[in-house]
């Protein structure tokens, strides 16, 4: 079966600290990996990856994608309050399906001023 | 970017009745959109991929008959609760793929959420 794992499930930092969230996956026939940042409505598109190796990175905001150890990693620089939301990393697999992704739980991260 | 909007974004209902929801692709054209539903400090689940002019494919466990999905045109899917009960209180996101540039469609874009509550 399918899986995407994110850890930790849950962050508290201060302003001004750097974060890592991880995703690691199971999946037959990847095709991409999505990292998503939700608030309080619905989650807002961060990076696509498809490659290995290549940082794609916006702003504070970076990531990375394993493709050999399945997994990838989500960087948040001096961070900030706003930063606090959801974490979400999503799988697409090769299916005739358009695309359908595999989300993990999220990471909810917590700025603290 | 590609903007996805849903109506309404909050719905109160009696148990027993229908909702619907819709789901608009503003700037672009979507031949594929999903459904999913999302539970308080949980991850979202998809529940269906709704292809324009065909049916949707649902997900196991998942009761096409409850969840009715239609895909009329290119930019508007929408998802009908029927008989909606308190347990399918949820919140309901769509989202659609932008087809945009060519040969890259992994990435979806998600509407705001819909918010059910059945009393």
């Known amino acids: 079966e399918d899986k995407v794992v994110q850890s930790p499930l849950s962050l508290v930092v201060h302003e001004g600290d750097t974060v890592t969230l991880n995703c690691s996956y199971e999946?037959?026939?990847?095709?991409?990996l999505l990292w998503y940042k939700q608030e309080k409505k619905a989650p807002t598109f961060l990076f696509m990856l498809?490659?290995?190796?290549i940082e794609k990175k916006s702003g504070r905001l970076s990531s990375i994608l394993d493709k050999k150890e399945l997994f990838s990693i989500l960087n948040i620089t001096a961070t900030q309050t706003g930063d606090s939301a959801v974490y979400l990393c999503?799988?697409?697999?090769?299916?005739?399906?358009?695309?359908?992704?595999?989300f993990g739980q999220g990471t909810e991260l917590s700025v603290k001023p | 970017g590609a903007v996805v909007s849903q109506h309404p974004s909050r719905v109160i209902c009696k148990s027993g009745t229908s909702v619907k929801i819709e789901c608009r692709s503003l700037?672009?054209?979507?031949?594929?959109m999903f459904w999913y539903r999302q539970f308080p400090k949980k991850s979202l689940m998809l529940m269906a991929t709704?292809?324009?002019?065909?049916?949707?494919?649902?997900e196991q466990g998942v009761e096409k008959d409850k969840f009715l999905i239609n895909h009329a045109s290119l930019t508007l899917s929408t998802l009908t609760v029927t008989s909606a009960h308190p347990e399918d209180s949820s919140f309901y996101i769509c989202?659609?793929?932008?087809?945009?540039?060519?040969?890259?469609?992994?990435?979806?874009?998600f509407g705001p959420g819909t918010r059910l509550t059945v009393l």
């Open positions: 989202s659609a793929s932008d087809p945009r540039p060519a040969g890259v469609t992994d990435t979806q874009y």
């Open positions: 999946v037959t026939n990847f095709r991409s």
């Open positions: 498809t490659s290995s190796g």
């Open positions: 999503a799988v697409s697999t090769l299916d005739n399906q358009g695309g359908k992704l595999i």
């Open positions: 700037d672009f054209q979507a031949t594929t």
């Open positions: 709704s292809n324009e002019g065909s049916k949707a494919t649902y």
